[in-house]
């Protein structure tokens, strides 16, 4: 199954990617394309839902999704039930979108539109949409258990479109009108054997048919189904799992699992003093190596299993406590048979991990050696593997905290950063696109009116929003040459609003009849791109939509349009009523300290409900939106503080359990020294100082590993903070303070023992 694309790609060599394709599109790819199994259209359809009764009175719903930006309600071809199964619980999958004026609904839905009459009942009942689209019901399917990129609850019948009033409103067989979230879609299955790479060929050939603009190289292709979930480049409207967050949790886990492991080798060895007569007499007595290392294998199974039930034990109160990290309908069901297979796994996994080489090594002390204690004095080889993965463990603990300190400056930087347009005081409400312009204009004019209100614009959408749209203009100066512009659609509020600055000309004037493109304000990035020195130059200069020439009458300074992940490209600006239905509120005040800010958002509320009844009243300060940008790379960043907290804590574990048996090991030296009027800080000098050597040489494996992780991170940033190099100066001051912390708690201990007990306890 997979997803029909359209790429656009400039002169400069810009892409562009979008799932919004020319509407009769997928019927001439039905076709012309042999291989195509299955080709199904559908549109995205905005629109309030009522439903009317001949006793009771009208009820109405709307049929906008949580945390999405995509309405549950499609106009499908009914091949789309062909690809994706559902379970029919009323109605002919056949036949139920055949004719116009049909709807399916999920059960879901059923219920909530029309009670608990049964099912089958509900067939022929009657649903309006936005007051105008008439539909009855013919169909009903279960709903899809769990999450899923595709919540559609509403499909009526795509025949709809050519046979209402639809069909100015959607269909748009052109593709010179800029990119657009809400145009056509369509889904192909192809036949099973069929080369996936010759389809693309074959759309690619086929796009060139749809070439309007020269300058311009459209194509089409194929996105696998598996790839929506995570793909970010192609404009669809779908909310994105973040994969470098799964990333960073399933790194995270795997680290701290092999530090662990570590911890358990590095102890195991260390300590096999206590072990050593064990194994001696367990070998005179008849005892195997096989049978000694599995005793030993079955000691780690038992204790990774006594792990393994705190762990499970522990995952909920976890998963609760890490709430903003997971998505709602996520749990852990340890019963599940896939879950337990890979715990069970996972513990096999751990316990030859870990017990593998204290096993090995254990089980081939000798016993003669072992009965005379010989086995205590470990050979230099043992004692490099040590240091080898203390160097290891620190590496890690290094590289977790370098990387800490870069997403937390990178976060900073985004935050204190000049956006080039003013945030303070200004709050955005958004209104149904579908309202009608004057019905937003009369709630812009009486919010004007509130003394808590500085200014209000109107927009299409506010700066920084996370809309990426486009549209491709010609430009006709010394050389033609085409330009593909982000757009902005606002009225002549919008520039002081943000206090924007302007470079030269003027702003955007007020005009009645806002119902055609009469001037363009641009930025300075896209007087650039005219090969234009100086932003005056612009100025009475014309620029091309298809066949209409479009003045510049004014340049303002660049602004972020769009987060920080993607640089600021050509801007217009344009008003254009129909499109303009966000509002921007500037309140007279500065920030949200004001003492009558709840006054003002009543009065607003108040207002609203006298414009839209029955629909609550949303808004949001325009500077936590910007923040609400960048919850994924905050996320990160407090991943990766959890998970420096934790490696640093592993660490010191096995540090200190090892600087005990350093102790222990130079009892007697330690004894002697004293006695020949060694001081304190010199016994605590002599313990450490292997140690810190180490810690050294574990920032001299981190930091060019975390540079380039870190390097790599940020390159998906246009802007970005640089990575100077006391940054692993200070990781290295860190880990060095913690491990001395750890480390002199014995060196003290054992430099304050009384050198008279430890010669007589040798």
């Known amino acids: 199954i997979y997803r029909l694309i359209e790429t656009r790609q400039i002169e400069n060599g810009d892409k562009y990617y979008a799932a919004s394709i020319p509407q009769d599109l997928p019927a001439a790819a039905r076709e012309k394309i042999p291989g195509l199994q299955t080709v199904a259209a559908y549109h995205f359809y905005r629109a309030k839902i009522s439903i ?83 539909v009855r019901v013919a169909g009903i399917v279960k709903d899809w258990k769990g999450i899923t990129d595709f919540p559609f609850s509403e499909f009526i019948s795509s025949c709809t479109l050519t046979n209402s009033f639809l069909k100015k409103g959607i269909l748009d067989e052109k593709w010179d009108n800029g990119t657009s979230p809400w145009g056509s879609r369509a889904w192909v299955k192809l036949v099973p054997g069929t080369d996936p790479a010759r389809i693309r060929t074959q759309l690619a050939q086929m796009s060139q048919g749809y070439k309007t603009n020269p300058d311009i190289k459209y194509g089409l292709s194929l996105q696998p189904l598996t790839d929506i979930h995570f793909n970010n480049d192609i404009e669809d409207g779908i909310r994105k799992a973040h994969l470098p967050t799964l990333y960073v949790l399933m790194g995270i886990a795997l680290f701290i699992l092999a530090l662990a492991a570590i911890n358990f080798i590095n102890l195991s060895t260390a300590l096999s003093i206590r072990r050593a007569k064990e194994i001696g007499v367990r070998k005179v007595m008849g005892g195997n190596r096989r049978s ?55 513990t096999l996994i751990t316990t030859l991990l870990a017990g593998f080489y204290p096993a090995k090594v254990l089980s081939a002390y000798l016993p003669v050696l072992s009965l005379k204690g010989a086995a205590v004095q470990a050979g230099p080889g043992k004692w490099y593997l040590r240091k080898s993965l203390i160097v290891f463990q620190f590496t890690i603990s290094l590289i977790f905290i370098i990387s800490a300190i870069v997403i937390s400056r990178q976060i900073n930087y985004m935050r204190s950063h000049d956006l080039g347009f003013t945030t303070d005081a200004i709050i955005s409400v958004e209104t149904n696109p579908e309202d009608s312009v004057k019905k937003v204009e009369l709630l812009a004019e009486k919010i004007q009116q509130l003394s808590g209100v500085q200014q209000i614009s109107r927009q299409s959408f506010t700066p920084m929003s996370g809309f990426r749209t486009s549209m491709p203009l010609q430009y006709k100066g010394k050389r033609e040459q085409p330009i593909s512009s982000a757009v902005q659609l606002a009225d002549e509020n919008f520039i002081p609003l943000y206090q924007i600055k302007l470079l030269a000309g003027r702003n955007l004037r007020p005009d009645v009849k806002r119902d055609s493109i009469k001037e363009f304000v641009v930025n300075e990035s896209f007087t650039t791109t005219l090969g234009l020195k100086k932003p005056e130059e612009a100025i009475g200069q014309f620029v091309y939509l298809g066949d209409k020439p479009i003045p510049i009458v004014g340049v303002v300074a660049d602004f972020h349009e769009n987060s920080y992940h993607v640089p600021i490209r050509p801007v217009v600006i344009f008003d254009l009523s129909q499109p303009e239905n966000s509002l921007a509120i500037k309140l007279a005040s500065k920030g949200k300290e004001m003492k009558n800010i709840k006054t003002t958002l009543s009065q607003m509320e108040k207002i609203w409900k006298e414009i839209y009844p029955g629909k609550p009243f949303d808004w949001s300060f325009l500077d936590e939106s910007i923040a609400g940008m960048y919850k994924e790379e905050q996320k990160t960043a407090n991943l990766m503080k959890v998970a420096t907290a934790i490696t640093i804590f592993i660490s010191c574990m096995g540090l200190f359990g090892l600087s005990m048996f350093t102790a222990g090991q130079r009892t007697k030296e330690i004894g002697i020294r004293k006695v020949l009027g060694a001081s304190v800080a010199s016994i605590i000098s002599l313990l450490s100082r292997d140690f810190v050597l180490l810690i050294g040489l574990s920032l001299v494996v981190s930091s060019p590993v975390a540079w380039y992780c870190m390097h790599r991170w940020l390159e998906s940033f246009a802007y970005r903070a640089p990575i100077p190099g006391w940054i692993f100066v200070l990781a290295g001051g860190i880990a060095l303070l913690v491990g001395l912390i750890t480390m002199s708690f014995q060196a003290v201990r054992a430099a304050r023992t009384n050198p008279v007990k430890a010669l007589r306890a040798e």
């Open 52 to 134: 009317p009764g001949s006793q009771n009175p009208t009820r109405k719903f709307d049929n906008k999704q949580e945390y999405s930006s995509t309405p549950t309600t499609i106009l499908a071809d009914p091949e789309y039930f062909t690809i994706f199964k559902y379970d029919w619980l009323a109605g002919n999958p056949t036949t139920a979108l055949k004719d116009p004026f049909t709807v399916v609904l999920s059960e879901a839905k059923a219920h909530k539109y029309f009670g608990s009459i049964p099912l089958d009942q509900l067939m022929g009942r009657e649903m309006v949409f936005n007051d105008s689209l008439r």
């Open 292 to 346: 000694i290392a599995f005793q030993f294998l079955t000691e780690t199974f038992l204790l990774s299993l006594f792990a393994l039930l705190l762990a499970v034990l522990s995952v909920k109160p976890l998963l609760s406590a890490f709430h903003d990290f997971v998505p709602a309908g996520v749990d852990f069901h340890p019963l599940d048979p896939a879950t337990f297979g890979f715990v069970l796994l996972l």
